[in-house]
């Protein structure tokens, strides 16, 4: 089965299935389940001539520790702090160190610096603040037992746990029987996970949202990365307020990003009003769940405000750099390996730049794949994707985003055959070169392959001046 048609049954599967009307304990939980339950299918499903892939190992949350979890997320501050701002913005969790304790989030950091409007940026994490006077930030914990006290029920884990059998008949059994697939242990625990962090975490963030769109009364909300359960939830408070949605994109989408792509008939709760794409490319692939009209190209903001910092970079002297983008994928690693040990070291150093999902816990997922090899693994965040974009002779990987942003630079580009890489844009419009084996990019390294880069055009340019226009828009 090809990955495009796995994702086509995927949708079909939804939509027959009623699955966005599923509730486990009153929450509504496939909006954050569908990503990661595609790409367990994926993996079972989707036969990949290269190397299997691998799922990515979940982060673990213990329902004792909730309240920590929250607490590191979100600073402390002064309860009442809050005035009436034009936008609310949630900044992600994907930040640079900028030295002095402070960090910056790259895809809401521009839009704080050059927006026309009054706005806040809500800073969800206590260990990497966003340097800004418009930070916001607040201590949920503290929110809710100043709102409802010490013993409120909404903060005690043991009274919103979800029913195993129940997950079973309304998610596992239904998946499985349609797909012929059956999950693992290891997955179903997976599952359980995410559908009780939902469950114990939506009711908070609603009562959170409630009372900040009710204090700081914004005239849009503005988010990047809809996949966590604080985005989706956002997403849904400011609909019950009649408040206009924005999110910001931070990959470019086709016809197989799950994010983006939905049935034609399917009412989504959790997606944004407007979304707010890098170029046309997005609008014309995806199978949006909102008018086209909405689905607006503004270009990148970080790509405009950062690239050429870097983009006149020195190369490592003599020696050229081979840089891996790694996704949560194992082949990355295999093929890494492959070169490192195969390359003249003399002439090539070869780096891994870890997805930020990843850091904490690659050494268990693939140290055993890399060991005794020299490679420079970057599991730091001191740097931004355009720095090693800016060094790197060759980028090699599957499906990041980073690929379509080293496209801008100088350096050659190296597609993994898998079967979600196949009709890769990069690809069909010349700008990169597909390897099936190991032993076939290391010839395109030694060889100096070349190829005539095309002209493609995924990111609209003046994002910021494009933004700050349509912001305009939405809420005059």
């Known amino acids: 089965m090809r990955y495009c048609e796995l994702v086509d049954m995927f949708l079909d599967f939804e939509y027959d299935k009623k699955m966005f009307s599923v509730y486990i304990e009153n929450t509504q939980v496939w909006p954050i389940l569908r990503e990661r339950v595609l790409y367990m299918l994926r993996d079972c499903l989707v036969e990949e001539m290269a190397v299997n892939s691998m799922s990515p190992k979940p982060t673990k949350y213990k329902y004792n520790t909730i309240l920590r979890i929250i607490d590191e997320r979100i600073n402390r501050n002064v309860l009442l702090r809050h005035k009436q701002r034009d936008l609310l913005i949630l900044s992600s969790m994907r930040k640079i160190d900028v030295g002095d304790g402070f960090f910056r989030d790259d895809y809401t950091y521009w839009i704080d610096k050059y927006l026309n409007r009054s706005h806040y940026i809500l800073d969800r994490w206590d260990y990497s603040k966003q ?241 005794g090899v020299q490679v420079d693994i970057i599991d730091t965040f001191d740097n931004p994707i355009y720095f090693y974009l800016s060094i790197a002779d060759w980028v090699v990987g599957l499906s990041s985003n980073a690929l379509y942003e080293a496209s801008t630079f100088d350096s050659k580009i190296a597609i993994i055959y898998a079967e979600d890489t196949l009709g890769h844009p990069l690809l069909e419009s010349g700008n990169a070169v597909l390897v099936k084996q190991p032993s076939e990019l290391l010839d395109c390294i030694r060889n100096d392959y070349s190829y005539s880069k095309k002209q493609i055009k995924l990111y609209k340019k003046n994002s910021i001046e494009n933004i700050n226009r349509v912001i305009e828009e939405i809420i005059k």
């Not at 059956?182 to 599952?191: G, L, V």
């Not at 170029?279 to 903001?301: A, C, F, H, L, T």
């Open 131 to 371: 340097e800004s006077s418009n930070v916001l930030r607040l201590d949920i914990s503290y929110f809710m037992r100043k709102r409802y006290g010490r013993n409120n029920s909404r903060l005690d884990k043991r009274n919103r746990i979800a029913s195993v059998s129940e997950l079973e008949q309304k998610i596992i059994i239904p998946i499985e029987q349609y797909f012929t697939f059956a999950f693992t242990i290891k997955q179903k625990k997976t599952i359980l996970e995410i559908v009780n962090y939902r469950i114990i975490m939506e009711p908070v963030f609603n009562d959170y949202y409630d009372y900040l769109l009710k204090k700081i009364k914004p005239k849009a909300v503005m988010f990047s990365m809809r996949g966590a359960t604080n985005s989706q939830v956002l997403v849904q408070a400011a609909k019950r307020w009649n408040i206009p949605s924005i999110e910001l994109g931070h990959a470019i989408t086709d016809h197989t990003y799950i994010q983006s792509n939905f049935h034609e008939n399917e009412e989504v709760s959790t997606f944004p009003d407007y979304y707010l794409a890098f170029g046309e490319y997005e609008i014309k692939q995806s199978r949006w769940p909102i008018d086209k009209e909405r689905v607006i190209p503004v270009g990148s903001p970080m790509l405009d405000c950062l690239s050429d910092k870097y983009r006149n970079n020195e190369k490592h002297g003599d020696k050229k750099t081979i840089l891996f983008i790694s996704n949560m994928r194992e082949s990355v690693f295999v093929y890494a390996k492959y070169i490192a040990e195969n390359i003249d070291r003399d002439k090539y150093d070869v780096i891994i730049k870890l997805h930020p999902g990843e850091c904490k816990s690659w050494q268990e997922n693939y140290g055993p794949l890399i060991a």
